[in-house]
């Protein structure tokens, strides 16, 4: 089993939806987690941040991690054509090593 | 402006052809690290570097070698490249990975190996 599962999709929906990204992890020990972007041709770039358990929120974008069932989550409001991306997410584990999940390539259709 | 490149983006080679891809990190991190990403498996990581001379294995070292004699420089190293090692290559850096510190990715580096 992998450490942090995602579904790669693809996921296309339209312009203004909201959006949900999904992750589940098998350690209970990870205790930070992120979700990077990734445009075409582009290397990953941070989008979010969390640490343990709650949500955090930064504009359109919320992350959430439920330690409880091991699930992390990325929601996109109003979603916009410039979301189109790969997103991954990502845990640490230990002091030495980020372990990412597959990613989930979205569209945003106009 | 704060950046890690790589070069080349781009690189056909052939089996056994020993080939380097070079790393460079502007921003003084201290942690360096490949990746390699494939389809369906994401990011893979292969080697980290927590400081000068201090390397060690990722998830997937076999075929790869690194050195860290410079903070800002990071090659990564294939001796003898073999068509399962066609991939999707990226470096990134990192002030360290305590508490919230942010790995930065370069651009990557599309390696075909025939």
């Known amino acids: 089993q992998k450490e942090v599962e995602q579904d790669p999709g693809p996921l296309s929906v339209p312009e203004g939806a909201i959006v949900s990204l999904n992750c589940t992890y098998s350690?209970?020990?990870?205790?930070?987690f992120m979700w990077y972007r990734q445009y075409s041709r582009k290397g990953p770039e941070l989008l979010m941040y969390?640490?343990?358990?709650g949500n955090k929120e930064d504009g359109r974008f919320t992350a959430q991690v439920d330690k409880s069932s091991k699930y992390i989550s990325l929601f996109i409001r109003d979603s916009q054509p410039s979301d189109s991306a790969t997103y991954l997410c990502a845990t640490k584990e230990g002091a030495q090593k980020l372990v990412f999940g597959q990613g989930t390539r979205l569209t945003i259709n106009p | 402006e704060a950046q890690v490149t790589q070069n080349p983006r781009y690189l056909i080679t052939v089996t056994g052809k020993k080939l380097t891809v070079t790393c460079s990190q502007n921003m003084n991190h201290e942690y360096m690290s490949w990746y390699r990403q494939d389809p369906g498996l994401g990011l893979r990581q292969i080697y980290y570097s927590m400081n000068v001379e201090v390397t060690d294995k990722g998830d997937v070292p076999e075929g790869y070698k690194v050195s860290r004699k410079e903070k800002r420089n990071f090659p990564l190293i294939l001796e003898s490249p073999s068509p399962n090692q066609t991939s999707l290559y990226f470096c990134a850096s990192s002030e360290g990975l305590a508490g919230e510190d942010t790995q930065y990715f370069g651009p990557g580096t599309r390696l075909t190996v025939l």
């Open positions: 350690n209970s020990a990870f205790q930070y």
């Open positions: 969390t640490y343990s358990s």
